[in-house]
């Protein structure tokens, strides 16, 4: 009895270790981000309507399925920063379901007014976010 129950645990662990398995081979094979199809690569960094707001396109269009759009056409200009330059890109404006709280409404998406650090990184999260970016983007040190 004692050699069934270890034998049937032995195969449980496998079987586990083999969908562990499957899945970070699945995660390694993923396709690689296309600018042209899925937007910049880079974080948009915005300092209106409150600094330090982080959007990316690669969580919206790779990661929530959507295509460009879903937003540009409608909620925001395809040129980069025209969002800021409206006197109405603000909390409030989001907050009733304009610009990014047209998903983010609490049903389609999490609620702008429940998550806040989501998109809000603060000067900390501004400061480590820029460093993180210069340090991916300068010449390595020769030896």
């Not at 409608?74 to 330059?85: C, D, I, R």
């Amino acid at each position: 009895m004692k050699i069934i129950n270890i034998i049937s645990l032995a195969i449980v662990a496998l079987l586990c270790a083999g969908v562990v398995l499957a899945a970070e081979e699945k995660q390694g094979a993923a396709q690689p981000y296309d600018e042209n199809t899925y937007g910049p690569a880079a974080p948009i960094i915005w300092e209106k309507p409150v600094k330090a707001v982080v959007f990316s396109h690669k969580t919206h269009t790779m990661g929530a399925g959507l295509g460009c759009d879903s937003c540009h056409g409608g909620l925001f200009e395809q040129e980069s920063g025209a969002a800021e330059k409206k006197p109405d890109f603000t909390m409030d404006k989001i907050y009733k379901g304009g610009y990014c709280g047209a998903c983010h409404d609490g049903q389609t998406a999490f609620a702008a007014k429940t998550r806040c650090a989501a998109c809000h990184i603060g000067a900390r999260g501004l400061k480590r976010l820029r460093q993180a970016e210069s340090d991916r983007t300068a010449p390595a040190a020769s030896h």
